[in-house]
T-cell receptor, first 112, second 115 residues
Framework: RKEVEQDPGPFNVPEGATVAFNCTYS??????FFWYRQDCRKEPKLLMS???SGNEDGRFTAQLNRASQYISLLIRDSKLSDSATYLC?????????????FGPGTSLSVIP | GAGVSQTPSNKVTEKGKYVELRCDPI?????LYWYRQSLGQGPEFLIY????????DSGLPNDRFFAVRPEGSVSTLKIQRTERGDSAVYLC?????????????FGPGTRLTVL
């Protein structure tokens, strides 16, 4: 099983739609979680951190379920500019390592 | 302010050659990460520096890969005896501290092609 798995996509949705992405991780010792966004042929950029209590930033809501080792990202009222690949990121930290693990990404296309 | 820069932006080399990829992090960022990304995949962790030392190099695929950060700022990723399978985009990222708790800022990457 891969350390971080995401919905394979691609997701093709009309403008204004609500779309949800899922991410699961295998290591229960994972400590912190993020969603990054990557536009085609560009570098990844932080979208938002994911907290246990859930957090919202405008149209974006992230949720973490540690018991199920599951992270989600919800995008409401999709815009054309939301088209990108969304990367789930999990951090593992211990005395002998500090590892950042990216999921394979889920591609989103918002259609006019 | 200046972001993370990487040079060269593109590198084409022949199988068996040696290459060096350079990363200039954001000034003051103590943490520096190297990743490689293949088409359709997420970035794959290679190595993490905290200051001058490699805090975690467990992602380096084999002993042909080596990275240094001698003065705690610029880092160089070195690949010996390149193979076609090394072709990928190599990304560098820096952060104020450990990426566990801090946003990573990525450079534009170096696209390496091994013929």
């Amino acid at each position: 099983r891969k350390e971080v798995e995401q919905d394979p996509g691609p997701f093709n949705v009309p403008e204004g739609a609500t779309v949800a992405f899922n991410c699961t991780y295998s290591n229960s010792a994972s400590q912190s979680f993020f969603w990054y966004r990557q536009d085609c042929r560009k570098e990844p950029k932080l979208l938002m951190s994911v907290y246990s209590s859930g957090n919202e930033d405008g149209r974006f809501t992230a949720q973490l379920n540690r018991a199920s080792q599951y992270i989600s990202l919800l995008i409401r009222d999709s815009k054309l500019s939301d088209s990108a690949t969304y990367l789930c990121v999990v951090n593992l930290v211990a005395t002998s390592y500090d590892k950042v693990i990216f999921g394979p990404g889920t591609s989103l296309s918002v259609i006019p | 302010g200046a972001g993370v820069s990487q040079t060269p932006s593109n590198k084409v080399t022949e199988k068996g050659k040696y290459v060096e990829l350079r990363c200039d992090p954001i000034s003051g960022h103590t943490a520096l990460y190297w990743y490689r990304q293949s088409l359709g995949q997420g970035p794959e962790f290679l190595i993490y520096f905290q200051g001058t030392g490699a805090a975690d190099d467990s992602g380096l695929p084999n002993d042909r890969f080596f990275a240094v950060r001698p003065e705690g700022s610029v880092s160089t990723l070195k690949i010996q005896r390149t193979e076609r399978g090394d072709s990928a985009v190599y990304l560098c990222a820096s952060s104020r501290g450990q990426a566990s708790y801090n946003e990573q800022f990525f450079g534009p990457g170096t696209r390496l092609t091994v013929l």
